[in-house]
């Protein structure tokens, strides 16, 4: 099993901006400010760290030494129009980082940028509507086969030209599009819905996305959160879901050494996120059933929870490099649709474990 490992860091600052070329009018051509979040994802080389497992702290010192001169100033000041795809590729530009596989800014809780290593822009912005549906085809007694309702949760994506467009991302323009699917969906019945009689995440998503679309030729994939725990994407040929989970675990790593903090014994609410791939089943409309991937996993997920992590069978280290190989490995031992395992020590910052290389990444 070919793996790849990303490592992931995140960093908050505090400033404000104001992005004249947007009407007089317009919320963001006053003066105002963000708590701003910049994210970035790295193929680091296995050398690049002080020593082994410390790749997540060195990044996050690095990120952080870029953003410092962003904290608490007039973007203005900084660079001339400072939309977050700019300021994305302000970061980018500025960051020593080795194999830099994405650059993210996210200006509010529901709206971001990120640039891949192809420097290809992806702005996405995210949508809420509270509905109702049941599964008509899930076995006797499943809880989803009883009416019930959710609020759900969509994201879109949308594919930007590269080139250091000197533009603001329009998201005023996906909030157009959007609008008459919110009043499509908000507040009613799903099944009552033409295309969605089995309103699954993944029919959703896909019954978006074949609506977007023609009115969105940049789309480029639709996620849709069925809770605050898991959910589904679709980019107009293939589906991936995800479970999400949270451990509190102790740890400390071996090969730091013996005068780092990090060698001592220590603990993490870790953010565990598992990634599925697999073809929709067209009579129940999902990949698979996120009951069974609890259920599958839920092994594997007590082995770790409330647990010492160094005390783990075949774990070569505690880092969350091994530690997401390590649950990927087990995980595909009983749910072979799990090809991506995301690890977070604290908000943003730890490891992506992933067979083989995907394409554009998703929202960091």
């Given at each position: 099993?070919?793996?790849?490992?990303?490592?992931?860091?995140?960093?908050?600052?505090?400033?404000?901006?104001?992005?004249?070329?947007?009407?007089?009018?317009?919320?963001?051509?006053?003066?105002?400010?963000?708590?701003?979040?910049?994210?970035?994802?790295?193929?680091?080389?296995?050398?690049?760290?002080?020593?082994?497992?410390?790749?997540?702290?060195?990044?996050?010192?690095?990120?952080?030494?870029?953003?410092?001169?962003?904290?608490?100033?007039?973007?203005?000041?900084?660079?001339?129009?400072p939309t977050d795809e700019n300021l994305a590729r302000w970061l980018r530009d500025r960051l020593d980082v080795p194999?830099?596989?994405?650059?993210?800014?996210?200006?509010?809780?529901?709206?971001?940028?990120?640039?891949?290593?192809?420097?290809?822009?992806?702005?996405?912005?995210?949508?809420?509507?509270?509905?109702?549906?049941?599964?008509?085809?899930?076995?006797?007694?499943?809880?989803?086969?009883?009416?019930?309702?959710?609020?759900?949760?969509?994201?879109?994506?949308?594919?930007?030209?590269?080139?250091?467009?000197?533009?603001?991302?329009?998201?005023?323009?996906?909030?157009?599009?959007?609008a008459p699917f919110h009043y499509q969906l908000h507040q009613r019945y799903l099944n009552a819905i033409e295309g969605l009689d089995n309103p699954t995440s993944e029919v959703i998503a896909g019954w978006l996305w074949d609506r977007l679309k023609g009115v969105l030729p940049e789309l480029s994939w639709v996620t849709v959160y069925e809770t605050g725990s898991c959910g589904a994407n679709f980019?107009?040929?293939?589906?991936?879901?995800?479970?999400?989970?949270?451990?509190?675990?102790?740890?400390?790593?071996?090969?730091?050494?013996?005068?780092?903090?990090?060698?001592?014994?220590?603990?993490?609410?870790?953010?565990?996120?598992l990634h599925l791939s697999a073809p929709l089943d067209t009579v129940m409309g999902w990949t698979v059933d996120f009951g069974d991937v609890k259920d599958r996993f839920n092994p594997i997920f007590k082995a770790l929870d409330h647990h010492p992590l160094h005390e783990l069978p075949g774990l070569d280290d505690c880092d969350t490099a091994s530690l997401s190989h390590w649950i990927l490995t087990e995980a595909r031992k009983v749910l072979p649709q799990v090809d991506?395992?995301?690890?977070?020590?604290?908000?943003?910052?730890?490891?992506i474990a992933l067979l083989g290389h995907e394409g554009p990444a998703l929202p960091i």
């Open positions: 099993m070919s793996l790849t490992t990303l490592h992931t860091a995140s960093c908050g600052f505090e400033s404000a901006r104001q992005v004249g070329v947007l009407p007089d009018d317009h919320p963001s051509h006053r003066l105002h400010g963000h708590s701003f979040v910049a994210r970035i994802r790295a193929a680091l080389p296995d050398d690049w760290a002080p020593f082994p497992g410390a790749q997540v702290s060195a990044l996050s010192q690095r990120l952080q030494a870029c953003t410092a001169p962003l904290d608490y100033r007039l973007l203005n000041e900084v660079l001339p129009l194999g830099l596989e994405q650059v993210g800014i996210q200006s509010t809780a529901d709206q971001g940028v990120d640039l891949d290593r192809h420097d290809q822009a992806h702005v996405w912005r995210r949508y809420r509507f509270q509905s109702a549906h049941k599964l008509p085809n899930v076995p006797l007694g499943h809880k989803c086969g009883r009416l019930h309702g959710h609020g759900f949760e969509v994201i879109l994506h949308a594919n930007q030209d590269a080139g250091g467009r000197d533009i603001s991302i329009d998201y005023d323009h996906l909030d157009e599009v959007w980019n107009g040929t293939d589906y991936r879901i995800w479970k999400e989970m949270t451990l509190d675990s102790a740890l400390f790593l071996r090969h730091a050494p013996s005068d780092d903090p990090l060698s001592h014994i220590h603990g993490h609410t870790y953010t565990l996120r991506r395992v995301d690890l977070y020590e604290t908000r943003g910052s730890g490891a």
